[in-house]
């Protein structure tokens, strides 16, 4: 499923190149020329929201894996529930955390989703890997490789969307006069970026 998203940038950069070329200005142009906009407008909507949906399902995922790595602990011999209950508040609490395509323009905002994410994912693993029972329990094993192998997804996942999201802007810098054509009650703000918001 990732593998769509680099394919529809090709598509998005070759309606980029047709939605710049000047062409003689009358009624009829002018139609068909909003109506392309238009689509792709559309278009690279809905690519931006799938690929910000695949990395927060992602995300979900992740914590899920967290989630059930602490319940895991739980049925074994693990003496300090209290310390797991603790885990189980601060992963609920992760999600309300979590950064969304408007306040993620805040680095703030990011950059504490960040650390509070690293530093369970950091805790957790270290807890599970430091029981004797890791050695032959297979399930705290796989979760805790799904943990790793998704969060080191996080930066992929991150650039997919900022691809998306910088041709959004561009298309927004260029086509600034046909905008309230496409959509009057539309505000077209740009989006925020990852590779802004971190500095990078």
């Given at each position: 499923?990732?593998?769509l998203i680099p394919v529809c940038i090709v598509v998005f950069s070759a309606m980029i190149i047709g939605c710049g070329e000047k062409k003689t200005v009358s009624n009829d142009t002018t139609f068909t020329k909003v109506d392309s906009l238009t689509d792709y407008y559309l278009a690279i909507q809905d690519s931006m929201l799938q690929a910000w949906n695949m990395m927060i399902h992602d995300d979900n995922e992740?914590?899920?894996?967290m989630h059930n790595m602490v319940h895991e602990l739980m049925i074994t011999n693990?003496?300090?529930k209290d310390v797991l209950t603790s885990y189980e508040h601060q992963l609920e609490q992760l999600k309300h955390l979590r950064y969304t395509q408007k306040s993620m323009a805040n680095p703030d905002v990011v950059e504490e989703y960040d650390f509070a994410s690293n530093a369970l994912i950091s805790e957790l693993i270290s807890l599970?890997?430091?029981?004797?029972?890791?050695?032959?329990n297979t399930t705290l094993q796989k979760l805790a490789d799904d943990v790793r192998l998704a969060d080191q997804r996080v930066i992929t996942y991150r650039e997919e969307y900022d691809i998306i999201a910088m041709h959004y802007n561009q298309f927004l810098e260029q086509n600034s006069k046909f905008l309230k054509d496409i959509d009057p009650n539309q505000s077209f703000e740009k989006k925020p970026i990852f590779q802004m918001v971190s500095g990078e």
């Open positions: 499923m990732k593998f992740k914590i899920l894996a693990f003496t300090d599970a890997e430091s029981r004797t029972e890791f050695t032959y």
